[in-house]
T-cell receptor, first 112, second 113 residues
Framework: AAGVIQSPRHLIKEKRETATLKCYPI?????VYWYQQGPGQDPQFLIS???????DKGSIPDRFSAQQFSDYHSELNMSSLELGDSALYFC???????????FGPGTRLTVL | AQKITQTQPGMFVQEKEAVTLDCTYD???????LFWYKQPSSGEMIFLIY??????QNATEGRYSLNFQKARKSANLVISASQLGDSAMYFC??????????FGTGTSLTVIP
């Protein structure tokens, strides 16, 4: 069965650079969530989208922005990267208000 | 205040024994969902079990069951007949409102042969 796809799987950036993470949800899933998981930390909810509109906002910094496109894929744009942005970034998808979120494999971002 | 509290940073269990991982939550929303996820060392996040706030019965999925005590705001995960492959980090999570999610700090489970 198709799963959530995230690209790239690994990304290395310098401080103050920008990064774009992509997420392709499971086909027919209309809701996408983004999470940030620092080393040894629990996942922190960043933002979610339902039907291409922002649904909920969590602890997403102002330097980050995200959107969901007409084909339901989503992109997380991160600017002015800081060392503390180094983390595993998960995307998850679901049918709206369905019980289960399916997580992608994550993108490991390292900021040097 | 923490939305999800997992008080056991690490747990050990003998293979084939049962283990309970604790989770308490805090919400004033009457409609919410509770989830357990498993994160092995490889990093992926695997859904295990779900309990809705209005569900009367405790959720079960194979060897996983959720001990839901609404009045106490607890949603403990019970893993029966532990296997070596169960060694992983376990996260309790809550959906509040439409799409706002909160995770606990996790419990690291080690299954001993």
């Amino acid at each position: 069965a198709a799963g959530v796809i995230q690209s790239p799987r690994h990304l290395i950036k310098e401080k103050r650079e920008t990064a774009t993470l992509k997420c392709y949800p499971i086909p027919r899933h209309d809701t996408v969530y983004w999470y940030q998981q620092g080393p040894g930390q629990d996942p922190q909810f960043l933002i979610s989208f339902y039907e291409k509109m922002q649904s909920d906002k969590g602890s997403i910094p102002d330097r980050f922005s995200a959107q969901q496109f007409s084909d339901y894929h989503s992109e997380l744009n991160m600017s002015s990267l800081e060392l503390g942005d180094s983390a595993l970034y998960f995307c998850a998808s679901s049918l709206e208000l369905a019980h289960e979120q399916f997580f992608g494999p994550g993108t490991r971002l390292t900021v040097l | 205040a923490q939305k999800i509290t997992q008080t056991q940073p690490g747990m050990f269990v003998q293979e084939k024994e049962a283990v309970t991982l604790d989770c308490t939550y805090d919400t004033s929303d009457p409609s919410y969902g509770l989830f357990w996820y498993k994160q092995p060392s490889s990093g992926e996040m695997i859904f295990l079990i779900y309990q809705g706030s209005y569900d009367q019965q405790n959720a079960t999925e194979g060897r996983y069951s959720l001990n839901f005590q609404k009045a106490r705001k607890s949603a403990n995960l019970v893993i029966s007949a532990s296997q070596l492959g169960d060694s992983a980090m376990y996260f309790c999570a809550m959906r509040e409102g439409a799409n706002q999610f909160y995770f606990g700090t996790g419990t690291s489970l080690t299954v001993i042969p």
